[in-house]
């Protein structure tokens, strides 16, 4: 040791000439490729974080949650350190051991910077949620990888780099310095193993994700972040209890003002208990019956359609098809995944903290738009190009009254093209033609859930069909073909006797992007919603009024004339002052609530933020909070929270839904709980 060193120095010279001084290999090695990875970053996200001093702040944040992820991870490294025998280290072939693990350790964390690069291309976020899900869908997702990527050159890329990392981590002499440290005695070793055990350990668990502070720019925010220590956050809190992590009021209360809101719509008559959403919407006349073909559709931002944005020409035949429609201006996703797409279409519940509903346990039996239809005498079917089990799609419509048809149930020859992710769109609107063709045989109006697959990631299509080659044209292709797939599927269905009769909707799950300079960025929450009856059944036109996914069933029910009793959230939007309009939009941690230019979010630990929303420039301006105002968003979560978890928000059986349409006092049988 070098006595001129300082005593920082001499501290870290002192650890490098000890049993354990590996660790502190590890986590020097662990913090520069966390650097380089938030670095490349940066570099990927050059024209949307803010260039100022909040930069510097992220990359400081940064390296306080690099430190805390290598705490986790060095755990297993200091058990082994402190069991290995005295003397270890003083042979070759246990050198070349550690020289091995080195390298392994650094071909991971790189192979992490490529993989948080190409999660970042996607979601403009560090590893979240999504990733969590990615973990379990494995097949889906390395076929997607696989598919997208040149993963060959991508492998001898990482390992190109790893060897010459390990290379300059040898060539600094500190691994030699590590191996020349005194044999240890076990007891001193078992000592310095504990300190090297509990420190790191008590740091990771008390280091909280809500350290880091709110960014004006999300973006920069995201740079603040560790990815595999936002992985293990988002694993422990994949699921996160309203009550324990929200603002709360009293559950009347809560329905209370629930109700009020509901009570808005003035078809509706509340019916059911304080605790309930029950309610019975009257309308006068004879009620619609034709056929419902929803085509839900892969990652359809609004900015995509023409009708939306006049610089888009992806879309001439939905443009044509918009045309002949009623256009609703202003619909918005709840959130920023299928599943949540799925969640807010047939339950019209808000989106809720956590995994979606869809896959969640308990989530049978529940009060669908399908449980509407079915008791209307429809046939209902959930027909998806992709294989179901993925994000548990087929148990979820299985188990809620929905005929299933997917990847698994058709024939090899009725696949003509096909990805990882699912078959192409024509192939997925061939089967719903065929499936539409037997509900009519058998003298049944049918409704058919339809989601497709085209427009995701590797963006891969039949050639010949656009002017865009496939897969390397990108997302641009993808969205083109699936305009021409539907354009076909109108076409091919026209030639059908139930076509006249049969109300098409196309609508969107989300957003191609999530990402934006804001925590809940409501411009990448706009997606388009059009319905189209070719036999006249409902009047082209446009609806400005602002709409939420959850208004989605009772708008179409309405547009029905349907009477019905019903436990939806969402309310008729045609029917409602456009002033009292809302829009619930969130994610599985950030539940928003958009009334007009007023945006107030919801965060853990019962946060409160209210914002005013510049519709131009999309720009979010801190405001003083509104209690009232933020009272009404607690209402939407906490209520479609509580009515989950008290297994209250079900379906209703044949007599119940025909008992109330007859009553407008709830059966005694089917109250609320207290």
Known sequence: MNESEGPVSQFFSRQFNRRHGGLVIFFVVFAGISFLTRLALLVKAAHDVTWTLSLAAAFAWGLVYDLGAAAFVSLPLAVLLTLLPAGWFQRRWQQALAHIFGFVVIYLLLFGLVSEWTFWDEFGVRFNFIAVDYLVYTTEVIGNIRESYNLPLIIAGVLAGAAVLH????????????????????????????????????????????????????????????????????????????????????????????????????????????????????????????????????SLSADFLSIFNHASNLTPNLAEIAAQSLVFENFYATGTRTDRG????????????????????????????????????????????????????????????????????????DITFANVWGVCDEDLFRWTIREADASAAAGKPFHFFVMTTSNHRPYTFPEGRIDLPSKISGRAGAVKYTDYAIGKLIKDASTKPWFKNTIFVIVADHCASSAGKTALPVQNYHIPLIIYAPGGQIAPGHVRTLTSQVDYAPTLLGLLNWSYPSRFFGRDVRTIDPKEARALVGTYQKLGLLKGEDFLVLTPVRRQNQYLYNRTSFALTEQPLNQAFANEAVSYYQTASYLFQQQLYRELSPGEFARYLETKSPPAATASKP
């Open 342 to 413: 799925m969640e807010a279409l047939t339950l019209s519940v808000p989106p809720t903290p956590g995994r979606s509903l869809v896959k969640r346990p308990r989530n049978e039996n529940l009060f669908t738009l399908g449980s509407v239809f079915r008791a209307k005498g429809y046939d209902t079917a959930f027909i998806y190009g992709g294989f179901g089990y993925f994000d548990n799609m087929n148990y979820f419509f299985g188990h809620n009254g929905y005929r299933v048809i997917d990847r698994t149930g058709v024939p090899k020859e």
């Open 167 to 298: 290379a300059v981590v040898w060539r600094s002499g500190l691994p030699a310095r590590w191996f020349a440290a005194p044999a240890e005695p076990f007891k001193r070793r078992l000592k310095a193993g504990l300190l090297w055990f509990v420190l790191p350990l008590a740091f990771g668990s008390v280091l909280s994700g809500d350290w880091l502070p709110n960014f004006r720019n999300n973006f920069n925010r995201e740079l603040g972040k560790n990815g595999l220590w936002s992985l293990f956050a988002a694993f422990k809190n994949n699921e996160l209890e309203y009550d324990q992590f929200y603002s709360t009021l009293p559950v009347d209360e809560a329905f209370s003002t629930l109700r009020r809101e509901l009570a808005r719509d003035p078809a509706g008559t509340m019916v059911g208990g304080p605790r309930d959403t029950l309610r019975v919407v009257r309308h006068e006349g004879p009620e619609l019956q034709p056929n419902v073909i929803q085509i839900t559709v892969e």
